[in-house]
């Protein structure tokens, strides 16, 4: 072969195998949603409307399911101290399952001034999917335990999914996806790539870049191998 047929095969399956890692990318796809909360407080009943940002990051053979709210709901009539107000959550399960993924955290770090919205700390669990295919993440019922009193807060607003996998099911499709609650706010699954479009974008992009750089590196050598063939003769 040529060395010019060379250089412009080497070229052409460096470019071959930056393509195949993008294309190999997972689908996820995350929205930060409005959702319209209806709650049933021990005072009578309150709305309040959050944004709701859920976030995967792959753990094990599961995934690592993380909950935010960006404003605070319901309110409480009386201050609520450090550590008296322990929220917990569910996330619908759709697309290819279904069920509920039940998702917890700590309980408030800090005093809760009376007749201020409760700000809710991220709450997380864990999903591993039994099924293969696209999964949606949709926020569920909202609810928050303080000093002996339930709160429970429902949308109303149909929200649509906060998250959506394309996930794989280990050894194959089963009954449907298992749910576990997590103990904290904090993602134990740092460190890991997290399944939102953006970081597995600038993973992706960053291995097909390595892969695209190292055929650059092998044609520059073929080049000056070449070029000094030709010198010494």
Known sequence: MSYRKRTAALASAAALAGSAVWM????????VVD?????KT???????????DIKGVRSG???????????GVSSSPVELGKGAM????????????????AVSGPANDAAIPANTPIKISDLSGTYTPKKSGEVTFTAGVLTIKALGTTTTC???????????????ARGGGGAGGSAQGGGSGSDTGAGLPQ?????????????GGTVLLAGAAGALWLTRRHQGARAGR
């Not at 322990?86 to 993924?101: F, N, Q, V, Y």
């Not at 429902?154 to 794989?168: A, I, Q, R, W, Y």
């Open 24 to 31: 190999a990318a997972p689908v996820a796809r995350a929205e």
């Open 35 to 39: 959702v319209n909360y209806q709650c």
């Open 42 to 52: 021990p005072i009578g009943d309150k709305s309040a409307v959050s944004p709701i």
């Open 61 to 71: 053979s599961g995934y690592r399911i993380t909950m935010s709210w960006q404003k």
């Open 86 to 101: 322990t929220p917990s959550a569910t996330i619908a399960l759709g697309g290819a399952d279904s069920g509920t993924l």
């Open 154 to 168: 429902t949308p109303t607003n149909d929200p649509g999914p906060s998250l959506t996998l394309d996930v794989s």
């Open 195 to 207: 399944t939102g479009p953006e970081d597995s974008a600038v993973a992706l992009g960053t291995l």
